[in-house]
Nanobody
Framework: QVQLVESGGGLVQPGGSLRLSCAAS????????MGWYRQAPGKQRELVAN???????NYADSVKGRFTISRDSAKKTSYLQMNSLKPEDTAVYYC???????????WGQGTQVTVSS
């Protein structure tokens, strides 16, 4: 059973920074992709960023240049560094993980990020 636990969310003022963490219960050395999604109230869940086993990264246009995804396989943890936060970044952020292209997608329980003055 794969478990993903997000942490690091909270309330931050516009222009501030947060770093989200996603701790996996098993090794992530051989993942296919590991990424972050978000869902704002009344909106569909959307991709924020993901990274492949080869190190390729992909970002939503709305966060390019502000957010950075990284991974520490030894710690079984993925990170999302979020800088220059905007009110429109307010959402529940979810970590996800796939081991194969057609395999199961595993999700964490989400962590709330609120950007407000």
């Amino acid at each position: 059973q794969v478990q993903l636990v997000e942490s690091g969310g909270g309330l931050v003022q516009p222009g501030g920074s947060l770093r989200l963490s996603c701790a996996a219960s098993i090794s992530i050395f051989s993942i296919y992709t590991m990424g972050w999604y978000r869902q704002a109230p009344g909106k569909q869940r959307e991709l924020v960023a993901n990274s492949s086993s080869g190190g390729d990264t992909n970002y939503a246009d709305s966060v390019k240049g502000r957010f950075t995804i990284s991974r520490d396989s030894a710690k079984k943890t993925s990170y999302l560094q979020m800088n220059s936060l905007k009110p429109e970044d307010t959402a529940v952020y979810y970590c996800n993980l796939k081991f194969t292209p057609r395999g199961n997608t595993y999700w964490g329980q989400g962590t709330q990020v609120t950007v407000s003055s």
